[in-house]
């Protein structure tokens, strides 16, 4: 992992002054202690206090993911990003817009598991830190590395812009992690494995709205008009009349999108490209697209796709 400290910023925000936070004592200043409740069994005084190492630790929270950020602790944040990237969600309690946007941090500052933390900062009880942070309107959120503060947001973002902006921070901050499973892919995909072809197109579309590049989103929404194509069809004569009519566009099309469902998706490559070599005008334009389309359904990784490509420009030119 490279040091998070050297790793240059991801944004183009100026240098924030945090000296003004820093306690001129050596010796770091103590989290607030929540007041003392007595435990239901014992009736004794319970521990109040975060779990050690991570001041501020959100009640009923993993203290690995959220934590309450003031400025009493806030060196202690600040040296804990040296070596795990935070996020600071500045909000208020009257802030409408804060109420949409850090439910959403919070989710996700679980899905990652640790892999960055989310720190909550009230603005009302934390003024300086508002103040040192230049907010000027709510919720903002921030992120910490290496001690250093890089660019953020300010606003409500879709779901997949707040997960590509999290991704930059990890990268910046030299971190490696797997992503974590998206929700909105997850409801798509069994909407197509269970039939309802209209809800996976809306919930694919939906997808591709707020994240144009989601290469997974237009597999499914590639599948979902596959599905479509073939829906009644025999797939025994499909491919039958295919074989007897080998220079009709609409049979080869139809032939190769039954060859993909049946884990045959190089014959349906190799028979589309063959078509385009003996087509022209309107037609050929339409395999082409056609084969596109099913290059959609399996993937850019795929082997199969890349030689196909390679034919298919060969084919082409």
């Known amino acids: 992992m490279s040091d998070p400290r050297t790793t240059?910023?991801?944004?183009?925000?100026?240098?924030?002054d945090l000296s003004a936070l820093r306690p001129s004592a050596p010796a770091r200043p103590a989290a607030p202690s929540a007041p003392a409740t007595s435990s239901p069994a014992t009736?004794?005084?319970?521990?109040?206090?975060?779990?050690?190492?991570?001041?501020g630790a959100v009640p009923g929270v993993s203290p690995e993911t959220i934590i309450e950020v003031n400025e009493a602790n806030f060196q202690s944040?600040?040296?804990r990003s040296l070596t795990t990237p935070i996020l600071l969600d500045f909000w208020a309690d009257w802030c409408e817009p804060c109420k949409q946007l850090s439910p959403v941090l919070e989710r996700l500052a679980g899905e990652y598991a640790g892999a960055w933390l989310l720190g909550k900062v009230d603005v009302d009880s934390n003024p300086r830190l508002a103040q040192v942070f230049r907010v000027q309107g709510i919720p903002m959120v921030t992120a910490v590395i290496g001690g250093q503060p890089v660019e953020g947001f300010t606003g409500v973002l879709p779901e997949a812009q707040i997960r590509q902006y999290i991704d930059a921070v990890l990268k910046a901050a030299g971190v490696s992690v797997a992503a974590p499973e998206d929700p909105r892919l997850d409801a798509a995909d069994d909407a197509l494995m269970t039939g309802d072809l209209d809800a996976a197109e809306a919930a694919y579309r939906k997808i591709l709205a707020e994240s144009p590049a989601d290469a997974a989103a237009e597999a499914g929404l590639a599948q979902v008009e596959l599905y479509r194509r073939i829906s009644g069809a025999d797939p025994a004569a499909v491919l039958a009349k295919a074989e007897a009519n080998p220079d009709?566009?609409?049979?080869?099309r139809l032939a190769a999108d039954i060859e993909v469902l049946s884990g045959q998706a190089a014959d349906a490559y190799a028979r589309l490209v063959r078509l385009v070599k003996r087509t022209s005008g309107e037609d050929r334009d339409a395999v082409r697209k056609h084969l596109l389309s099913l290059f959609s359904v399996a993937g850019p990784d795929d082997p199969a796709v890349a030689g196909a490509r390679r034919a298919l420009a060969s084919a082409l030119f």
Do not use: C, H, M, Y
């Open 8 to 16: 240059p910023s991801i944004f183009t925000r100026g240098a924030v």
């Open 77 to 79: 944040v600040l040296e």
């Open 43 to 55: 009736g004794a005084p319970a521990a109040a206090t975060p779990p050690a190492g991570v001041p």
């Open 248 to 252: 009709d566009v609409e049979s080869q």
